[in-house]
């Protein structure tokens, strides 16, 4: 019998549980191929699911018709718009106001070539998103970070500080913002955007706020665009549909300007534009033009994978404190009271696939993949980030093995050699 369909053709099913383990290790991306297939990976963020319908069908139908040229108009930002509008109230969304770029990091990039100069400073709210290190750093700009608070969310006085710090350092000071927060899963309130919005504007810093995670946010809270805020005139958001539906390889991102920075995003150089591709623009418009219901589906099991994270860490990893996330799929571990000794001194971020710590441990004798937490900056060690957009099966076992492991590494010493023999199951 067929699965229950919507009328396009979207599965009424939860997109975690689609497909197989066997059918998952069949993929070539880097989350299944930089392990070996005894390993769970549950480290970078990619989905462990189909394409949703609405935008495999747009993409095949652009394969038959051969359309598979450059990139053109406004489709995507109109998308967008109306998806701003139907999902966070965002009625006043300006397509003129847009422009399309090679994904958010790249776009990042170009932003702070329009508004900042070489030498400035760029704060960023450790720990956060590893690459905004490596790529505010080669872009020859200097970090300058602004800790979270104990509870994970950005901390007024730290940002007061911080802008201080940035503005006295160079001319034209930025904060790079990531909202929702990459790796802690907090979805910054309206009213702690306004705080940030006050402070910036008192300091003199122009904002950027990373938005990728924007469709990721869980029942139980509400996304703000920044954009949105009073005070955020002469910001910059940046955003794409590659998160929430899986399209990292498919590279096509949206900047977005508010009305005092629409003249700086208009001298964006034209070359910049012909990096996204035009399957990327034209998957990433169907995401948000037709993928509403699917991902509906699909925060509904990220919901349930994110209750039963609290109930498998309760059982298997007591010691071990979750941070419920309140947007998107991943979660923030703290892993220091298992006494692990990260190498990397914390505060010393490196690649965003650097192993050390809890994380290396993890992987050498339970066989799971995790995001090392010192890649994320002050305030990481000790931590790792875990990708729980997987199948209920897939993370229960990899919960399972961390607890066995934790409890092996308890018994036998750090200095043991690990174990590398863990079975692992056939299908999810």
Request: charged share 20%.
């Amino acid at each position: 019998m067929a699965s229950p369909a919507f009328a396009d053709n979207t599965p009424a099913h939860n997109p975690l549980t689609l497909l197989t383990l066997d059918e998952l290790r069949q993929r070539t991306s880097v989350k299944w191929r930089m392990h070996p297939p005894d390993v769970l990976p549950l480290w970078v963020a990619e989905l462990d699911v189909p394409l949703a319908p609405p935008v495999a069908d747009a993409l095949r139908r652009a394969i038959d018709l051969g359309d598979t040229g450059y990139a053109y108009g406004t489709a995507y930002a109109e998308a967008l718009g109306d998806f701003a509008a139907r999902r966070w109230g965002w009625h006043n969304f300006r397509v003129d106001h847009t422009t399309v770029v090679p994904d958010v990091m790249m776009g990042i990039v170009e932003v702070l070539r329009l508004v900042t100069d070489p030498g400035d400073a760029v704060v960023v709210c450790s720990p956060v998103y590893a690459p905004f290190y490596a790529f505010v750093s080669h872009a020859g700009r200097q970090v300058i970070e602004a800790p979270l608070g104990v509870d994970l969310r950005m901390d007024p006085a730290a940002l007061d500080e911080a802008f201080r710090r940035a503005r006295a350092c160079g001319r034209r000071p930025a904060f790079l913002m990531c909202n929702p927060h990459n790796p802690t899963g907090v979805v910054h309130r309206r009213d702690e955007l306004e705080t940030v919005a006050e402070l910036a504007g008192r300091h003199g810093l122009r904002v950027i706020s990373d938005e990728i995670h924007a469709p990721l946010v869980l029942p139980g809270t509400h996304f703000t665009p920044y954009l949105t805020v009073a005070g955020a005139e002469n910001a910059f958001a940046l955003t794409s549909a590659s998160k929430a539906w899986n399209l990292a390889g498919l590279k096509a991102a949206l900047a977005v300007a508010g009305p005092q920075a629409a003249a700086d995003l208009n001298r964006m150089p034209e070359e910049v534009g012909h990096g996204p591709s035009h399957l990327g623009v034209i998957a990433h418009t169907a995401a948000f033009r037709a993928g509403g219901r699917w991902l509906d589906l699909l925060l509904d099991g990220l919901d349930a994978n994110r209750t039963l994270l609290a109930t498998l860490l309760a059982k298997h990893l007591p010691s071990v404190t979750y941070h419920r996330p309140e947007g998107t799929y991943l979660a923030w571990l703290d892993c220091t009271s298992l006494g692990i000794a990260t190498e990397q001194p914390d505060g010393e971020s490196g690649a965003a696939s650097d192993l050390a710590g809890p994380a290396k441990m993890f992987l050498d004798r339970a066989r799971v993949a995790l995001s090392s937490g010192h890649v994320f900056g002050t305030g990481g060690a000790g931590f790792v980030r875990l990708n729980f957009a997987t199948s209920p099966a897939v993370l229960t076992d990899a919960v399972t093995r961390m607890g066995r492991a934790v409890d092996a590494h308890h018994r036998r010493g750090a200095d043991d050699p690990p174990r590398t023999g863990v079975a692992a199951p056939t299908s999810a």
